[in-house]
Nanobody, 126 residues
Framework: QVQLVESGGGVVQPGGALRLSCAAS????????MGWFRQVPGNEREFVAA????????YHSDSVKGRFTISRDKPKNVAYLQMNSLRPEDTGVYYC???????????????????WGQGTQVTVSS
């Protein structure tokens, strides 16, 4: 069993920055991976970024590449999403997700993750 606790959302002006954190409790060995997804009302959860826990390999969606960076602190069992150059279209509820056995091709699919955080609101507005 894995529990995820998120923090770091808020309101920021366009061009600003935020850092989200996701603390995981439980087993994080093997093929464990964590991802960030975002959702706006009426839409499905959209992949943002993911990190393979053991190797540190990272993956970012095209819409955030060059602006957002996912990272992880293995000893602390925490994943981060550093979000720079924020745009109004980045507004949404951001969720962290985790799975102990997810394969590479499934990292971008929200349906493949077993554990989810509670979500944190990010609002980009002037």
């Amino acid at each position: 069993q894995v529990q995820l606790v998120e923090s770091g959302g808020g309101v920021v002006q366009p061009g600003g920055a935020l850092r989200l954190s996701c603390a995981a409790s439980g087993r994080t060995s093997g093929s464990f991976a964590m991802g960030w997804f975002r959702q706006v009302p009426g839409n499905e959860r959209e992949f943002v970024a993911a990190v393979r826990w053991s190797s540190g390999h990272t993956y970012h969606s095209d819409s955030v590449k060059g602006r957002f960076t996912i990272s992880r602190d293995k000893p602390k069992n925490v994943a981060y999403l550093q979000m720079n150059s924020l745009r109004p279209e980045d507004t949404g509820v951001y969720y962290c997700a985790a799975d102990p056995t997810i394969i590479l091709s499934n990292l971008f699919d929200a349906r493949r993750y077993s554990y989810w955080g509670q979500g944190t609101q990010v609002t980009v507005s002037s």
